[in-house]
Nanobody, 116 residues
């Protein structure tokens, strides 16, 4: 079983930066495909970024060039560096871990609010 705990959310002004962290318990973190998702009020949860166990990354077009996903397997942690934040980035951000057999794990979410 894997538990994921996000941190690093908060209130920031337009153009500011935040770094989200997601710490994982258990011994299989290095084998997990990790991702960040977000859900704004009244909207469906949307994919933000993914990083594979080997470090390959993909980012949604809406955040490309502004957000960067990374991982530190020694610390069982995945990060989301968010720069040039916009009000439309306001959402609850969730961390997700997935195995190769599609078992998945979710964190409880962390609120990010960008003021205009």
């Amino acid at each position: 079983q894997v538990q994921l705990v996000e941190s690093g959310g908060g209130l920031v002004q337009t153009g500011g930066s935040l770094r989200l962290s997601c710490a994982a318990s258990g011994s299989i973190f290095s084998r997990l495909i990790m991702g960040w998702y977000r859900q704004a009020p009244g909207s469906q949860r949307e994919w933000v970024a993914t990083i594979t166990s080997s470090g390959d990354t993909k980012h949604a077009d809406s955040v490309k060039g502004r957000f960067t996903i990374s991982r530190d397997n020694a610390k069982n942690t995945v990060y989301l560096q968010m720069n040039s934040l916009k009000p439309e980035d306001t959402a609850v951000y969730y961390c997700r871990g997935r195995t190769s057999t599609w078992d998945e794990y979710w964190g409880q979410g962390t609120q990010v609010t960008v003021s205009s």
